[in-house]
């Protein structure tokens, strides 16, 4: 058999490679960046909602098991330029930096991924311009390495706000849909800050809260255990207060019915994820049908939501829309599975 | 409902009891009106909706980055100017509570801050002026010192063809009913000549030939503003009167 192929080293790749190689199918993995694990690796994830367990702990699990096959063949900086349907399978053609080579697989699992939205684009938060005002992924690596300061000065903070949706639900950006993970990865973070810190006091400015299914547990430990306050509105815009010293978050308290200028010494955005470029750029090769969102659509997101409905071509995670780790290492097992089936075949 | 003490509720909810004339309702034996919401009617939502200006209320979800914005509610302080609470008001249909801002609605300036960030798409500062416009045409709202000005304004534009700011100044004396003192206006129009914020001059403005324009402007209007009253469903009878 040939090798099956799956694009993106992330959490829903590695699930899918070790899946495969479990199955007894070689397998191919193939990575755009140096390493892999995705972005829980790139962004130095800290604790993940709900269970509080060590990202490293996850995604370490996963790389060991697909680190340790051989039936795994990896490929890092690797990029896929071509794909021509064949008789049985792809030709695809992969480049490096310095080098090409054309490749027969058997099927394809496409698990390219997601990217963090860039706060630059929402310019009213001073994301880019207060040093203070940070993405909630910098945030991830800040408890990671346990060094909760304000990057002006390296002090820790007295009081932190988290603005939710930021680059989702907003067609001012062209985002409309939800993040998913915002809510609960920033009631997390908020825990995490006061339970090594609780010093610290911790607000989340909110529209909705958004903590589905079983997570809405940690939503209600946050508030009942770890005192952290929410606030019912959106913030307008950020500006600088106390002679540039503090952070001022201008929004309404839509429960008090008046506009609140604020300060914190830190303000975190809970930035939503978009498609990633790789999983634009598959798109375009195979073309895979997407969504107005840039995602991949599966043919059937009910009753078949790995399959793309091209012959061979099997999406898995955060490439068919915002996701959390076990969905998408759930759906690399599945993907793997028909992928397997339709190699086998 | 009975109350307490009269002193610890706002004046406009106290149900006085008057004979001959005098207030005999006492301290601790008054009646109040009842705050609970007794009725919605999505027909303002709806007219709303169906004017061009007005179709995108319905995207709303009330998260207030128009009010964090809005210079009238945060920078002048003017706190019962919401447009959020307005947009709600509107959506559920609580007329009664929505003709309490009947008139300071209008004072939106139309800075279109709201518009430029609402992250739904709202056309904030049109819908707006739509709520205002359908309690304006239904009628029942109590004109403020603004409504009069904007109705010199009006008068003084429609009549002439252009501004004049001394005649505006006139009958807006005479629509409040009171007289500033020659000395006290003289010092006003140097100061507003002087920097250049003045431009009447000796003699009254007025476009050449306007008087045809007006009657075809007039009638235009006329005709619009009869179209759109019909189109208005009647204003409802305020509930919570009786105690
Ligand atoms: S998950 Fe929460 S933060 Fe993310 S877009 Fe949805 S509501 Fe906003
Ligand atoms: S910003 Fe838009 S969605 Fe938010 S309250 Fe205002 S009008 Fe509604
Ligand atoms: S356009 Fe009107 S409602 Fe909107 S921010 Fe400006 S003053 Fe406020």
């Not at chain 1, 993940?48 to 051989?70: F, K, M, Q, T, Y």
């Not at chain 1, 059937?300 to 998408?328: E, M, R």
Request: glycine letters at 10%; charged letters at 25%; aromatic letters at 8%.
């Amino acid at each position: 058999m040939n090798p099956i192929l799956v694009l993106g080293g992330g959490p829903a790749g590695l699930s899918a490679a070790s899946e495969l190689a479990a199955l007894g199918a070689p397998t191919l993995l193939v990575e755009r960046e140096s390493y892999l694990g995705g972005n829980p690796v790139r962004w130095h994830y800290s604790l993940l909602a709900p269970d509080l367990r060590p990202a490293e702990e996850v995604i370490g699990a996963l790389l060991e098991r697909v680190e340790g096959d051989a039936r795994i063949e990896r490929r890092l900086s690797t990029t896929l330029t071509k794909a021509e349907l064949g008789s049985h399978g792809y030709r695809v053609t992969l480049a490096t930096a310095d080098a090409s080579e054309t490749r027969d697989v058997a099927a394809v699992v496409l698990a390219t991924g997601f990217d963090h939205f860039d706060s630059r684009r929402k310019f009213e938060y001073g994301y880019g311009r207060f040093p203070d005002v940070v993405d909630f992924k910098e945030l991830e690596g800040m408890l990671h390495d346990n060094k909760l300061v304000r990057p002006s000065d390296g002090q820790r903070p007295h009081r932190i706000a988290w603005v939710l949706c930021v680059g989702s639900r907003d067609l001012q950006v062209g985002n409309p849909w939800c993040c998913r993970l915002g809510c609960v990865v920033s009631i997390k973070q908020a825990v995490e800050v006061r339970q090594k810190h609780p010093e610290v006091d911790a607000y989340i400015y909110y529209m909705d809260i958004r903590t589905y299914g079983l997570w809405e547990d940690l939503y209600w430990k946050s508030m009942q255990e770890y005192g952290i306050k929410f606030i019912r509105g959106r913030i307008g815009a950020v500006t600088l207060a106390e002679g540039g010293s503090r952070l001022l978050a201008t929004g309404e308290d839509t429960i008090l019915s008046r506009p609140t200028e604020v300060p914190f010494d830190m303000i975190v955005l809970a930035s939503g994820m978009e498609a990633s470029a790789g999983t634009k750029q598959v798109a375009e090769l195979f073309g895979v049908p997407v969504g107005p969102e840039g995602f991949l659509t599966p043919r059937l997101t009910d009753l078949n939501p790995v399959d793309s409905g091209l012959p061979g071509v099997f999406l898995a995670g955060a490439a068919t829309g915002p996701k959390a780790i076990p969905d998408a290492v759930t759906e690399g097992m599945g993907a793997a599975l028909r992928a397997y089936q339709y190699a086998r075949d | 409902m009975p109350i307490v003490e009269k002193s610890l509720v706002s004046v406009d909810r106290v149900e006085h009891l008057e004979v001959e004339g005098i207030d005999v309702s006492g301290d601790w034996n008054t009646f109040l009106r009842s705050r609970v919401v007794t009725d919605l009617d999505v027909k303002i939502a709806d007219w709303v909706k169906g004017q061009p200006q007005g179709e995108t209320i319905s995207r709303c979800w009330q998260c207030g980055t128009c009010t964090a914005g809005c210079c009238l509610h945060t920078d002048y302080g003017l706190e019962e100017f919401n447009p959020r609470y307005f947009i709600y008001l509107a959506q559920i249909g609580y007329e009664e509570e929505l003709r309490r801002y009947a008139s300071t609605i209008w004072r939106c300036v139309s800075c279109n801050k709201c518009v430029e960030r609402c992250p739904k798409g709202v056309k904030v500062e049109e819908v707006i002026h739509t709520i205002g416009t359908y309690l304006e045409l239904s009628g029942g709202a109590a004109e403020s010192p603004a409504d009069r000005f904007d109705r010199a304004y009006t008068e003084n534009l429609l009549g002439r063809g252009i501004l004049d700011e001394a005649a505006l100044f006139r009958t807006y004396e005479r629509l409040e009913g009171r007289r500033t003192p020659a000395r006290e206006l003289l010092r006003l129009g140097l100061t507003l000549l002087k920097s250049g914020r003045l431009h009447t001059g000796p003699f009254a403005h007025r476009t050449r030939g306007w008087n045809r324009m007006r009657k075809v402007l007039e009638a235009k209007l006329t005709e619009d503003r009869a179209r759109r009253r019909a189109s208005v469903p009647a204003p409802p009878v305020p509930s919570g009167r009786k105690p």
